[in-house]
Protein backbone atom coordinates (compact mmCIF):
# COMPACT_ATOMS: atom_id res chain seq x y z
CA UNK A 1 0.00 0.00 0.00
CA UNK A 2 1.34 3.62 -0.99
CA UNK A 3 1.29 6.80 1.20
CA UNK A 4 -1.48 9.13 -0.36
CA UNK A 5 1.40 12.19 -0.04
CA UNK A 6 3.49 10.24 -2.01
CA UNK A 7 0.88 11.13 -5.14
CA UNK A 8 0.92 14.95 -4.28
CA UNK A 9 3.28 17.11 -6.07
CA UNK A 10 4.22 20.21 -3.71
CA UNK A 11 6.75 21.66 -5.88
CA UNK A 12 10.14 22.44 -5.49
CA UNK A 13 11.62 24.98 -2.18
CA UNK A 14 11.90 27.44 -4.15
CA UNK A 15 9.91 29.21 -7.11
CA UNK A 16 13.61 29.76 -8.94
CA UNK A 17 13.84 26.01 -9.69
CA UNK A 18 9.84 24.94 -9.36
CA UNK A 19 8.56 24.60 -13.40
CA UNK A 20 5.27 23.57 -12.63
CA UNK A 21 4.92 26.70 -10.34
CA UNK A 22 2.50 28.66 -13.00
CA UNK A 23 0.49 25.45 -13.03
CA UNK A 24 -0.73 25.79 -9.37
CA UNK A 25 0.01 29.73 -8.38
CA UNK A 26 -2.53 31.51 -6.75
CA UNK A 27 -3.01 34.89 -7.33
CA UNK A 28 -3.98 36.86 -4.24
CA UNK A 29 -4.61 39.71 -5.89
CA UNK A 30 -0.87 41.82 -5.42
CA UNK A 31 -0.01 41.42 -8.92
CA UNK A 32 -3.46 43.49 -10.45
CA UNK A 33 -2.59 45.90 -7.10
CA UNK A 34 0.88 46.53 -8.15
CA UNK A 35 0.06 46.90 -12.05
CA UNK A 36 -2.94 49.55 -11.19
CA UNK A 37 -0.50 51.48 -9.15
CA UNK A 38 1.50 53.90 -11.51
CA UNK A 39 4.03 54.84 -8.19
CA UNK A 40 4.47 51.28 -7.59
CA UNK A 41 7.46 49.77 -9.64
CA UNK A 42 9.57 47.76 -6.98
CA UNK A 43 8.25 44.62 -4.58
CA UNK A 44 10.06 44.30 -1.42
CA UNK A 45 10.10 41.45 0.93
CA UNK A 46 11.84 39.01 3.13
CA UNK A 47 13.41 35.82 1.86
CA UNK A 48 10.48 33.20 0.62
CA UNK A 49 7.64 35.74 0.88
CA UNK A 50 7.07 35.05 -3.03
CA UNK A 51 8.79 37.58 -4.57
CA UNK A 52 10.00 35.64 -7.81
CA UNK A 53 7.02 33.42 -7.37
CA UNK A 54 4.93 36.23 -8.72
CA UNK A 55 7.14 37.64 -10.94
CA UNK A 56 7.61 34.11 -12.37
CA UNK A 57 3.42 33.66 -12.81
CA UNK A 58 4.02 37.37 -14.31
CA UNK A 59 6.40 36.43 -17.07
CA UNK A 60 4.56 33.12 -18.04
CA UNK A 61 0.80 35.30 -17.97
CA UNK A 62 1.97 39.01 -19.03
CA UNK A 63 -1.60 38.94 -21.24
CA UNK A 64 -3.62 38.64 -18.24
CA UNK A 65 -2.16 42.16 -16.59
CA UNK A 66 -0.83 43.91 -19.23
CA UNK A 67 -1.92 45.79 -22.06
CA UNK A 68 -1.03 45.00 -26.04
CA UNK A 69 1.29 48.11 -26.16
CA UNK A 70 2.88 47.25 -22.68
CA UNK A 71 6.38 45.40 -22.92
CA UNK A 72 8.02 43.14 -20.09
CA UNK A 73 11.25 42.94 -19.59
CA UNK A 74 12.04 39.45 -17.65
CA UNK A 75 15.92 39.76 -16.51
CA UNK A 76 17.92 36.73 -15.47
CA UNK A 77 21.18 37.30 -13.75
CA UNK A 78 22.49 33.90 -13.31
CA UNK A 79 24.87 34.09 -16.00
CA UNK A 80 25.54 37.58 -14.76
CA UNK A 81 30.03 38.18 -14.53
CA UNK A 82 29.86 39.73 -10.93
CA UNK A 83 33.66 40.66 -11.76
CA UNK A 84 32.07 43.31 -13.85
CA UNK A 85 31.91 45.59 -10.94
CA UNK A 86 35.92 45.61 -9.94
CA UNK A 87 35.87 47.33 -13.76
CA UNK A 88 33.66 49.43 -12.38
CA UNK A 89 35.25 50.74 -9.28
CA UNK A 90 36.89 53.92 -8.17
CA UNK A 91 39.20 54.70 -5.71
CA UNK A 92 37.10 57.95 -5.17
CA UNK A 93 33.40 56.64 -4.74
CA UNK A 94 31.63 53.90 -2.56
CA UNK A 95 31.99 50.68 -3.97
CA UNK A 96 28.19 50.18 -3.97
CA UNK A 97 28.56 52.74 -6.81
CA UNK A 98 29.79 49.85 -9.59
CA UNK A 99 26.99 47.80 -9.07
CA UNK A 100 24.55 50.74 -9.30
CA UNK A 101 26.49 51.36 -12.28
CA UNK A 102 26.20 47.80 -13.87
CA UNK A 103 22.46 47.36 -13.18
CA UNK A 104 21.84 50.71 -14.75
CA UNK A 105 23.74 50.10 -17.97
CA UNK A 106 22.25 46.88 -17.96
CA UNK A 107 18.22 47.46 -17.38
CA UNK A 108 19.16 50.29 -20.33
CA UNK A 109 20.49 48.10 -22.62
CA UNK A 110 17.85 45.77 -21.90
CA UNK A 111 15.00 48.56 -21.96
CA UNK A 112 16.77 49.16 -25.72
CA UNK A 113 16.53 45.72 -27.27
CA UNK A 114 12.81 44.98 -25.69
CA UNK A 115 11.41 48.47 -27.41
CA UNK A 116 13.25 48.05 -30.95
CA UNK A 117 11.69 44.20 -30.47
CA UNK A 118 8.63 45.19 -29.69
CA UNK A 119 8.44 47.94 -32.49
CA UNK A 120 9.64 45.77 -35.14
CA UNK A 121 7.10 42.75 -34.54
CA UNK A 122 4.46 45.33 -34.57
CA UNK A 123 5.77 46.86 -37.93
CA UNK A 124 5.90 50.40 -36.40
CA UNK A 125 8.33 53.26 -37.03
CA UNK A 126 11.67 52.92 -35.18
CA UNK A 127 12.60 56.97 -33.97
CA UNK A 128 15.91 57.12 -35.09
CA UNK A 129 17.90 57.59 -31.46
CA UNK A 130 16.64 54.07 -31.08
CA UNK A 131 18.18 53.01 -34.56
CA UNK A 132 21.52 54.78 -33.19
CA UNK A 133 21.57 53.05 -30.76
CA UNK A 134 21.40 49.68 -31.98
CA UNK A 135 24.16 50.59 -34.29
CA UNK A 136 26.06 51.43 -31.40
CA UNK A 137 25.17 48.37 -29.69
CA UNK A 138 26.00 46.42 -33.09
CA UNK A 139 29.44 48.04 -32.93
CA UNK A 140 30.52 47.92 -29.45
CA UNK A 141 28.96 43.83 -28.89
CA UNK A 142 29.40 42.59 -32.46
CA UNK A 143 25.27 41.96 -32.04
CA UNK A 144 22.44 44.58 -31.70
CA UNK A 145 21.02 42.66 -29.43
CA UNK A 146 23.73 41.33 -26.89
CA UNK A 147 22.94 39.01 -24.07
CA UNK A 148 23.45 39.80 -20.06
CA UNK A 149 26.61 37.31 -20.40
CA UNK A 150 28.22 39.10 -23.34
CA UNK A 151 26.60 42.58 -21.95
CA UNK A 152 28.59 42.68 -18.87
CA UNK A 153 31.04 39.46 -19.35
CA UNK A 154 33.84 38.98 -21.94
CA UNK A 155 33.14 42.69 -24.17
CA UNK A 156 32.79 44.68 -20.87
CA UNK A 157 35.53 43.44 -19.18
CA UNK A 158 37.79 43.81 -22.10
CA UNK A 159 36.95 47.99 -21.97
CA UNK A 160 39.78 49.92 -20.18
CA UNK A 161 37.11 52.60 -18.67
CA UNK A 162 33.32 53.28 -19.09
CA UNK A 163 31.44 55.74 -17.78
CA UNK A 164 27.68 55.18 -16.95
CA UNK A 165 25.03 57.41 -18.21
CA UNK A 166 22.91 59.27 -15.22
CA UNK A 167 20.03 58.79 -17.30
CA UNK A 168 19.96 58.08 -20.58
CA UNK A 169 21.43 57.54 -23.98
CA UNK A 170 21.92 59.87 -27.00
CA UNK A 171 23.21 58.93 -30.20
CA UNK A 172 23.48 62.05 -32.37
CA UNK A 173 24.19 60.24 -36.48
CA UNK A 174 25.00 56.67 -35.11
CA UNK A 175 28.67 56.74 -34.91
CA UNK A 176 30.43 55.50 -32.02
CA UNK A 177 32.48 59.08 -31.93
CA UNK A 178 29.43 60.62 -31.22
CA UNK A 179 28.19 58.43 -28.88
CA UNK A 180 28.43 60.06 -24.96
CA UNK A 181 27.77 57.88 -21.80
CA UNK A 182 28.50 59.79 -19.36
CA UNK A 183 28.03 60.49 -15.29
CA UNK A 184 26.85 57.54 -12.84
CA UNK A 185 28.54 59.47 -10.33
Not at 20 to 38: A, C, E, H, K, R
Not at 73 to 94: Q, T
Amino acid sequence: MSDILSWIEVGKLSAERDDNLVNYFFDNGVLQSVINTPSSFLILGRKGAGKTALFRYLTNNPREYLKDNEVLVSLSFEDYNWRVHSLLSNEYAAESLAYKQSWKFVILVEVIKAYLKYLEENRLTIPKPLRNAKVALEKIFDTPFPSISVLVGRKLLGLGKISLPKAGLDISDGDLNSLELNGGK
